[in-house]
Each structure stands twice: as C-alpha cells, then as structure tokens.
C-alpha cells in the first residue's frame, strides 16, 4: 500500500513545499488537507475520500475547498471529514462561510468521540488530543498487518509515546531544528533530537518527518544528521514523495 506525502511544509506554502495533506489512495484515506491538496484528485482510486483533521489552523485545512472539481466531474461521489468537534465547527463555519466561499459543499462532518475507534477499510483509525494552541488531534490506523501514527501540530514531550509505540511508519512533525528548541516550545511545534528520541523509545519501524518551517528551502532543513544518530530509519519527506508501507 502506497502513503503519499502531498505537501510537506508548515504555516505557509513556499516553493520547495506545500502545506501538509498524506493519502493512502487504495483506501481513500487522508490526514489533512493543506495547501498541497489540489493535488489529491490525481491520486484519487476510490469514489469516496475520508479525511481525517488534525486540527483547523488553516495550514491544515485550505485544501478542503480543492474538492469541488473531483466532486464536480464525478470521480469523487462522497466526502467525509473527521475531526475534533471545535474544530469541524470552525471549518464549517468559517472556512465555508459565504462571504469566504460561495458553495457549501455537501461534506460529510463526523465529530470523534472519545476514546472510540473509527472504523476503516477493515481495521480502526484511533485518535487522541495533542497539545498545541487550539487543540490538535494524532491518529493512529491499524489495518491487518500494518500500522501508522500520524501526529501533528504538536511539542514532541513524550507524552503520547505509548499511543504510537511499534507503528510499522510514524509520520511526525518536525517543524524546527535543534537550535531553534525555545521558538518550538513557544508556538507548540517541534524539533529533531525529541522527535527522533521518540520514535527510538515507542519502538517504532520508521520514521517520517514533516511540517517543516517554510523559511528554511534547502534539502535537510532539520538536521537528518541528528535525528538518525538517534533513530537510524528516520527520512525527511519531500512532495510528492511515495512510500510504500
């Protein structure tokens, strides 16, 4: 099965990196819907799309109004977006307000109960709250014989370990290098040596780092170094990248 990193940057597209949406095409899954999500119809092999939101900065979620073609010519029939309670509100409510967007497309909103799976393509995508300003939620999907987390926007403290311990594939943020540790804490974000320190203690296969800061364009914007001298199978997204997993 195919993980396909749309975009792969934090705050604000730039030219090297859109904002961040992953999809696993064969199941019609995704994890947010940024900037990058003009890109999904291209990848699209179901008639329906779950997507499932971290949170409703709109880093996150612009890409929810990209849809209207695919739904449109009808290689999309149904959409259904997953997420916090607070934060569907807001994207219902603001996002697709009129005076911001002139249709209101006919979304499916699931708000996540707590402490109950959603069922998925035959396994369970789990959930749980992570702190960051306004809230964020990190998934965990555990189809048979695979497994990965998904977690962002968040400060890597370790308190969520246990949620993605053994993950076949943790997708993590990694929005700033070492160096740049206090801006992390300030804005709920995170930085590499956490990060890899993480995915080293929950046991994880590998690790995938994204949500990178869009100021710094060049090819290793974190420190690979750093991250795999403490957790070797760790690779910096890129997009359009696809993995099989």
């Known amino acids: 099965m195919r993980v396909v990193f749309l975009?792969?940057?934090?705050?604000?597209?730039c030219q090297r990196r859109h904002t961040v949406s992953v999809m696993l095409p064969e199941i019609g899954v995704a994890f947010d819907a940024g900037t990058s999500f003009f890109r999904a119809g291209d990848w699209l092999q179901t008639d329906s799309l779950s997507i499932f939101l971290s949170h409703a900065h709109l880093d996150h979620i612009a890409g929810l109004q990209y849809l209207l073609v695919p739904l449109y010519n009808g290689r999309l029939w149904s959409v259904r977006i997953h997420g916090a309670a607070g934060h569907l509100r807001a994207v219902r409510e603001h996002l697709f307000a009129p005076p911001l967007f002139p249709i209101n497309p006919a979304y499916d909103y699931v708000d996540l109960e707590a402490g109950a799976a959603v069922s998925v393509a035959g396994g369970a995508m789990r959930h749980r709250p992570l702190?960051?300003?306004?809230?964020?939620?990190?998934?965990r999907l555990e189809l048979p014989g695979r497994s990965l987390a998904f977690i962002t926007d968040t400060t890597a403290d370790g308190s969520y370990t246990d949620f993605v311990r053994?993950?076949?594939?943790?997708?993590?943020e990694c929005n700033f290098p070492d160096a740049q540790s206090a801006w992390a804490r300030q804005t709920g974000h995170s930085h590499t040596t956490p990060v890899a320190e993480l995915a080293r203690d929950a046991g994880v296969g590998r690790?995938?780092?994204?949500?990178?800061?869009?100021?710094?364009?060049?090819?290793?914007?974190?420190?690979?170094?750093?991250?795999?001298?403490?957790?070797?199978?760790?690779?910096l997204a890129e997009d359009e990248l696809v993995l099989e997993w």
């Open 166 to 172: 053994g993950v076949d594939l943790l997708i993590h």
């Open 131 to 139: 702190e960051h300003p306004g809230g964020s939620t990190g998934y």
């Open 7 to 13: 975009g792969t940057g934090g705050y604000h597209p």
């Open 207 to 235: 690790l995938v780092l994204l949500h990178f800061d869009p100021q710094c364009q060049d090819d290793d914007p974190i420190g690979l170094g750093t991250a795999r001298a403490i957790f070797t199978e760790t690779i």
